[in-house]
């Protein structure tokens, strides 16, 4: 197990703000696993108070995108945690640089709790935010834990169908699936020989080459750019090569449309990735009961990055009263 050596200075790729307390905390979910987050606190405010859990993007540390909103939301008066995923970041867990779906939807729930227990924190006033991939993990969590009162996915996508389908349902063959299948199971034999696994690469260096297309200029310059973080797996070297290849045999919205809780997903109408929240939605709403509490926000002329720290395009103002509503 990773020893914790958790950083004591500001290593954010964002401003520090005066209106919040800012701590580390560690818990461990049903694995073992110790995550490590950043605790946001409103100052001055007594009593109670409503909490948010936030993570996110799908290769992002907490310093990132994550953190913004998690320290943006402390500013609207939430206690609010941005966490690690396992195996990421100051997280713990062995091999690194590993995704489940199973593991990663268990991180959410530690989350939950571990505000569940703050006496900080009313219990009954919790809500999730889960950006990128972590948008569809939180409306898994949000389907299995009734604790959840609230859930915002912001720029999602679903790991599941991407691996499985690859971009835009490219790749959506018994065909196309085994191809993959066999070059991740070749993969897997050498990791074993070597007694290492093989990094898969983070975003294209900057400038990144003219006929790249637009979404991966749009990541690279949030990652290796703007954004650079030397914990963050998109920023340096990646995933394992082997590192998501569950996600390909494991869909994670089967039941979305049993959520009872509110549900807020936010997407830009230009992202590349719009389509996942437009059929997640869709999903989520179909034969579902309860759906008077879920919303749809395209946001016009928007790309994905955009949502992840363009203060101009973040609908922080709309995410505070969704989570007012329904967190009470």
Request: aromatic fraction near 12%.
């Amino acid at each position: 197990m990773n020893k914790l050596n958790l950083v004591s200075d500001w290593d954010k790729t964002f401003p520090k703000s005066d209106k919040v307390d800012h701590s580390k905390v560690t818990f461990n979910n049903r694995y073992g696993i110790t995550l490590v987050a950043d605790m946001y606190v409103p100052k001055n405010i007594e009593g109670k108070l409503p909490a948010i859990a936030v993570c996110g993007p799908f290769g992002a540390v907490k310093e990132q995108c994550s953190g913004l909103y998690a320290q943006t939301m402390a500013e609207k008066g939430y206690l609010t945690i941005a966490f690690d995923p396992s195996f990421t970041g100051e997280s713990t867990g062995e091999p690194r640089y590993m995704a489940s779906p199973d593991i990663n939807i268990e991180d959410f729930e530690a989350a939950v709790d571990f505000l569940s227990t703050s006496e900080l924190v009313d219990p009954e006033k919790i809500g999730i935010i889960g950006i990128c991939g972590w948008g569809g993990m939180a409306l898994n969590a949000a389907t299995i834990d009734t604790r959840i009162k609230a859930t915002i996915a912001s720029t999602m996508y679903d790991m599941t169908r991407v691996n499985a389908n690859g971009y835009f349902d490219s790749e959506d063959s018994e065909e196309k699936r085994y191809e993959k299948k066999v070059l991740l199971n070749k993969q897997r034999t050498e990791d074993f020989k070597n007694n290492s696994y093989k990094r898969g690469g983070g975003c294209l260096e900057l400038p990144v080459p003219e006929d790249a297309p637009f979404f991966v200029k749009d990541y690279s310059e949030y990652y290796k750019g703007r954004a650079y973080h030397k914990r963050s797996l998109n920023s340096n070297e990646g995933w394992n090569v082997i590192g998501c290849m569950s996600f390909m045999n494991a869909p994670i919205l089967k039941y979305s449309n049993e959520i009872r809780s509110a549900v807020l997903i936010i997407h830009g109408d230009k992202a590349h990735s719009c389509y996942f929240s437009r059929d997640a939605y869709n999903n989520m709403i179909t034969d579902n009961k309860y759906t008077d509490n879920k919303e749809l926000m395209l946001i016009p002329e928007s790309v994905h990055t955009d949502l992840y720290d363009n203060l101009s395009v973040i609908p922080f103002d709309k995410m505070d009263r969704f989570f007012k509503e329904n967190l009470k």
